[in-house]
């Protein structure tokens, strides 16, 4: 049997890998914080890059209409996905239901960073007013 290296192989349906450095997406120097549309990878995918260190700070009460995962890589942070409170840590991974309104925020005192995978290549989000500050 003879083994193929990795250039040897054709690409499926003619894709070819990608690659997106840090400097075409990082919005700052210091942190993980920016996103790379998966349409600029040639993948269906869109990851989002967030960090803060700021305890109550992160996403907004928010709606996509596709699913998306997120992966707590450092911190603590507070998920509110619907009507659900979910307390998570590093690596821990969420996910939350296309369709379903969802927001988090670090709860300290370490630097929350997390990776959030959008099943779309595209980043499409629609804000909203937060029931628990309007109520």
């Known amino acids: 049997m003879t083994q193929s290296t990795p250039s040897d192989q054709e690409h499926p349906a003619g894709r070819q890998p990608a690659v997106v450095r840090r ?17 600029n990878l040639g993948t269906n995918l869109t990851v989002l890059f967030y960090s803060t260190d700021t305890v109550g700070e992160g996403p907004r009460w928010h709606v996509h209409p596709y699913d998306e995962v997120f992966i707590v890589r450092a911190g603590r942070a507070l998920f509110t996905i619907g009507d659900q409170k979910i307390e998570a840590g590093p690596g821990d991974i969420l996910m939350g239901p296309a369709n379903i309104p969802h927001k988090y925020h670090s709860l300290g005192p370490d ?7 959008h099943l779309s290549d595209q980043w499409i989000q629609t804000d909203l007013d937060d029931p628990e500050l309007t109520a």
């Open 111 to 117: 630097r929350l960073q997390t990776t959030d995978i």
């Open 23 to 39: 400097a075409d997406w990082a919005t700052d120097e210091n942190m993980w914080l920016g996103h790379v549309l998966g349409e």
